[in-house]
């Protein structure tokens, strides 16, 4: 298993965030992670990137602690986060070299960046600055980022925000051809997306999962039937 989580709770105060998640998701799987605001979905996601500990409970990557072994675990980790941070003031193409030379790839991280480039389709907006981006490109950048070292675990959250719908479908055919050497973790607030590009949907609902189900599952209810069933009362 590429991401194996036990047990893991999360509390900001007295509030809990998550409470004693448990799931396994395997090499070349695209699960879909939804839930209501507030539910949980980027806490959760943050405890697996290494950006939060969790209050307790435990959390494999790749084999690696998240915990006792966050270094390691992240180096398997290629990260988007909902609100994408970004360095406005440099280059498409001087940022993505940065951030390979970071992620240690040294003299080939610049071969590296203009394959993520042409992977992610931003080239004709190489040689702009960050900030003169729009929303949707800014995006591609951040996607950019999580994949120039290879890894094995994408952790996508919102990964189609502020795309226009030809760069949405450029995007989910992406992660789609990713998914097939990759274990891919996206949280959505769009049914149509995780129909699109998951083999499996997980829905969490007040820091609890509240179902665990491949697609095949929704053949006859709709997948947006099921998360209001599950998520309105």
Avoid: W
Avoid at 144 to 160: F, G, N, S
């Amino acid at each position: 298993m590429s991401i194996i989580v036990e047990n893991i709770s999360h509390l900001y105060g007295r509030q809990k965030a998550l409470s004693q998640v448990t799931l396994h998701i395997a090499e070349g799987q695209v699960t879909g992670l939804l839930g209501p605001n507030g539910a949980g979905k980027s806490t959760l996601m943050k405890i697996l990137t290494g950006y939060l500990q969790p209050t307790s409970g435990t959390a494999l990557v790749n084999g690696y602690s998240i915990t006792t072994q966050s270094l390691e675990a992240r180096r398997h980790i290629g990260y988007l986060a909902e609100h994408n941070p970004l360095y406005l003031d440099l280059y498409v193409r001087e940022y993505l070299e940065l951030m390979g030379r970071l992620q240690g790839l040294g003299s080939k991280a610049l071969k590296r960046a203009e394959e993520v480039i042409e992977l992610t389709e931003i080239t004709p907006e190489r040689h702009k600055l960050i900030g003169q981006l729009s929303k949707g490109y800014r995006q591609r950048v951040g996607l950019a980022q999580a994949l120039l070292h290879e890894p094995k675990v994408l952790i996508l959250d919102e990964p189609t925000s502020g795309l226009d719908p030809n760069q949405i479908v450029g995007i989910r055919n992406l992660i789609t051809s990713l998914g097939r050497e990759r274990t891919v973790l996206l949280s959505t607030h769009i049914m149509q997306e995780v129909e699109a590009v998951c083999n499996r949907v997980i829905i969490i609902n007040k820091g609890n999962i509240v179902l665990d189900e491949g697609m095949s599952r929704f053949s006859g209810q709709s997948l947006e039937e099921k998360f209001r069933e599950l998520t309105m009362s």
